[in-house]
């Protein structure tokens, strides 16, 4: 099985910044795309910003020049890197890993359990 650990989330003023990180471990070959969701509440779960195994790298409109996604291949880690937060951040973060697993054809997508981010005004 594959297993995504987050942290980091937490409560902050608008203005103000988070990293937040997520760990895979498990029975894992190769990690290909890893990326962050949020979901506010009553809407609908979005993409955030995700990096491919090449570090090729893609972020919503919203976060653009503010957010900053990177990732560590040696330990399956990727990080959330946000800056200048505002409350229109608050949501739930979830990570997202599209995993090849060992001794498995194919490739599977896991999800973390979600860190709250909260912005005050």
């Known amino acids: 099985q594959v297993r995504l650990v987050e942290s980091g989330g937490g409560l902050v003023q608008a203005g103000g910044s988070l990293r937040l990180s997520c760990a895979a471990s498990?029975?894992?070959?190769?990690?290909?795309?890893m990326g962050w969701y949020r979901q506010a509440p009553g809407k609908q779960r979005e993409l955030v910003a995700y990096?491919?195994?090449?570090?090729?790298?893609n972020y919503a409109d919203s976060v653009k020049g503010r957010f900053t996604i990177s990732r560590e291949n040696a330990k399956n880690t990727v990080y959330l890197q946000m800056n200048n937060l505002n409350p229109e951040d608050t949501a739930v973060y979830y990570c997202?890993?599209?995993?090849?697993?060992?001794?498995?054809?194919?490739?599977?997508?896991?999800w973390g359990q979600g860190t709250q981010v909260t912005v005050s005004s």
């Open positions: 498990g029975s894992i070959f190769k990690i290909n795309r």
């Open positions: 997202n890993a599209v995993v090849v697993k060992l001794y498995s054809p194919g490739m599977n997508d896991y």
């Open positions: 990096i491919t195994g090449g570090g090729s790298t």
